[in-house]
């Protein structure tokens, strides 16, 4: 894992408060009708975001030195709710390698999770589909706000990996989908 993350602490409330909140104003809030950034607001304050931190499976947080830069939280294993990186600081791989880090976590400590599922903003989609999520809806407007459903399969990145392992130098696969049972019972799950 980077060493620029950690796990989030409950007294990391105020500063994760404030990165969401300001990276949410630049890049997502002009999507968004104005209820529902005032009600996204509300939900984001450090006192409720503390409490949601406490009930989650998965909070990390990016730093350079003692300032925070990213947040990915996971209030349970299949659902990504939250990732934010600092206004000035996106497109760096913070977002990428705090994903990464929570999927080791959720791979691990939650081997039973095969989807991971989030409700994309439109400045964000690009960034997901460049992490493995796929759209599983079209873009759609629920109480103001702008979202696509996306989704990850855990399994999907292991099997592509057998797959092209089995690949002979010029391109073609040595063994066909149907002969890979031993990769486990992936296919049909
Ligand atoms: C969405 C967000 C979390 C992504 O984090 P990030 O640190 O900016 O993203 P990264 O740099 O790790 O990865 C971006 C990837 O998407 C790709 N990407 C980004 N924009 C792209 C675009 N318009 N077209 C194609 N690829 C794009 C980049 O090439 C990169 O892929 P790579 O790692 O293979 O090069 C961050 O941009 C953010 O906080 N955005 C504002 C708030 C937001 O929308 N949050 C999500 C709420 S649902």
């Known amino acids: 894992m980077s060493p620029n993350i950690r796990e989030a602490r409950p007294n990391d409330a105020a500063a994760i408060s404030q990165l969401v909140q300001s990276s949410f104003g630049a890049y997502v809030a002009p999507d968004w009708e104005p209820t529902a ?3 996204l607001l509300a939900d984001t304050s450090a006192e409720k975001l ?3 931190m406490a009930e989650s499976v998965v909070v990390l ?3 350079e030195g003692t300032i925070m830069l990213g947040v990915i939280l996971l209030p349970r294993p299949t659902l990504l709710q939250l990732c934010f990186v600092a206004p000035g600081h996106v497109g760096k791989g913070i977002g990428r390698s705090l ?3 929570a999927r080791a976590r959720v791979e691990d400590r939650f081997p039973e999770a ?3 599922e989030l409700n994309a903003s439109p400045f964000a989609v690009a960034a997901y589909k460049a992490w493995g999520f796929y759209p599983i809806s079209e873009p759609f407007v629920r109480g103001g706000a702008v979202a ?3 989704a990850c399969w855990l399994p999907g990145r292991a099997l592509a990996k057998a797959q092209a392992a089995m690949r002979t130098p010029d391109g073609l696969s040595l063994v066909g989908w149907s002969d890979s049972r ?3 019972d992936e296919t049909s799950t």
Do not use: D, K, N, P
Request: overall charge neutral; aromatic content about 10%; cysteine-free.
């Open 148 to 150: 696509t459903r996306m």
């Open 61 to 63: 947080v990016y730093e």
């Open 50 to 52: 503390a409490a949601r």
């Open 114 to 116: 095969r989807t991971i």
């Open 99 to 101: 994903w990464e880090a």
């Open 37 to 39: 950034q005032e009600m």
């Open 182 to 184: 031993h990769l486990g």
